[in-house]
C-alpha cells in the first residue's frame, strides 16, 4: 500500500449507497452532530459540511468554477441534521455526517430532485474528487442533484478562507467630542476675528464638523465573507429543518419541499434588497 502523502488523511471506501454507521462515525464523528462542521465556499456558495472533507470539497468547488461552470450553480447546501425526504426508506443519511451535498435542488428549473439532471462534466470533476452522483440510483432513489463522499485521500486542514477586508478605525466617543469641540472653537474664532461677513465661514465649519463626525461614528467596517457564508448556511439549514417536520403550516402541506423552499428565499432575498 502506497504511503499516505504529508498533509492528506485517507478515508477507506465507503461505497455508493450507505456504509455501516460506525464506520461514518469512526471517520466523521457523531450523527448530526454540527460541532464537527465547517463552511466553505463551493462555486461561490455557502456549504455547511464535515471539517475533514472541506479542503476536498472546496477544491472541487473551484475546479468546477475553471471550467466555466460555476455559473450553472445556483443553490448548494450541505449539512443538515434530518434524513430528509428520500424515496427510498434509509435509516440514516450522508448528510448528517456532513459528507454529502446538493446542487441546484432549490425548485427552480430543472431543480426537483426527483427529475432533475446535472451537467456530466460537473458530475466528472465531482467525481475525480471522490464524490458519487445520485443521479446515477435508479427507481425511487434516485437523487438527480446529491452528491456523496465515496472515500478516499483528501487534504488535511481546513480550505483558506477569502480574505476580507478590515474593519473601518475605531474612534472613540471622547475622540470625537474632542474634534467637535476644536472645530466648533475655530468657528467661533472666525467670527469674533473677521466679523459677521465671515459667519457663513463659520457655519461652513459647523456643518463640516457635522458630516465629521457621522463618519468617525460609523465607521466603514461590514460583514466579511466568513460571516456571510456563516449566515447564508445557517439559514439554508433552518429552511431544511422546517420544511422537513412535521410542522409545516396546513396551507403549505402538500408543496413540494423543494418549491417551498425557492419560494421563501425569493422572499427573503426581496425582503433584503
Request: glycine residues 14%; contains cysteine.
Amino acid at each position: 500500500m502506497p504511503p499516505v502523502p504529508p498533509g492528506t488523511v485517507t478515508i477507506p471506501y465507503l461505497g455508493t449507497t450507505l456504509p455501516p454507521i460506525a464506520v461514518m462515525i469512526r471517520y466523521f464523528g457523531p450523527q448530526g452532530d454540527p460541532s464537527r462542521e465547517v463552511t466553505i465556499s463551493f462555486a461561490g456558495h455557502p456549504v455547511q459540511i464535515n471539517r475533514v472533507l472541506a479542503g476536498n470539497l472546496a477544491a472541487a468547488g473551484r475546479a468546477i468554477e475553471h471550467i466555466g461552470l460555476g455559473g450553472y450553480i445556483r443553490a448548494a447546501g450541505g449539512f443538515r441534521t434530518s434524513i430528509g425526504g428520500s424515496g427510498s426508506p434509509i435509516p440514516y443519511s450522508m448528510h448528517q455526517f456532513g459528507a454529502a451535498m446538493d446542487i441546484n435542488e432549490d425548485g427552480g428549473p430543472n431543480g426537483n430532485w426527483q427529475t432533475m439532471t446535472m451537467d456530466p462534466r460537473i458530475v466528472a470533476v465531482m467525481r475525480s474528487y471522490h464524490w458519487w452522483w445520485g443521479g446515477n440510483w435508479g427507481g425511487a432513489s434516485y437523487d438527480g442533484g446529491h452528491f456523496q463522499f465515496m472515500g478516499g485521500t483528501v487534504p488535511a486542514g481546513l480550505p483558506p478562507m477569502p480574505v476580507a477586508p478590515g474593519p473601518g478605525p475605531a474612534h472613540s466617543p471622547l475622540m470625537v467630542v474632542g474634534v467637535l469641540v476644536a472645530l466648533f472653537g475655530a468657528a467661533a474664532l472666525l467670527v469674533v476675528l473677521a466679523g459677521i461677513r465671515w459667519l457663513l465661514a463659520g457655519m461652513l465649519a459647523v456643518m463640516l464638523t457635522v458630516i465629521l463626525a457621522v463618519i468617525l461614528v460609523a465607521g466603514s467596517g461590514g460583514p466579511s465573507p466568513e460571516c456571510r457564508l456563516e449566515v447564508a448556511a445557517a439559514v439554508q439549514l433552518a429552511l431544511h429543518d422546517w420544511i422537513s417536520t412535521p410542522r409545516i403550516p396546513a396551507a403549505c402541506r402538500g408543496v413540494d419541499r423543494s418549491q417551498l423552499r425557492h419560494l421563501i428565499m425569493t422572499d427573503i432575498a426581496r425582503d433584503g434588497e
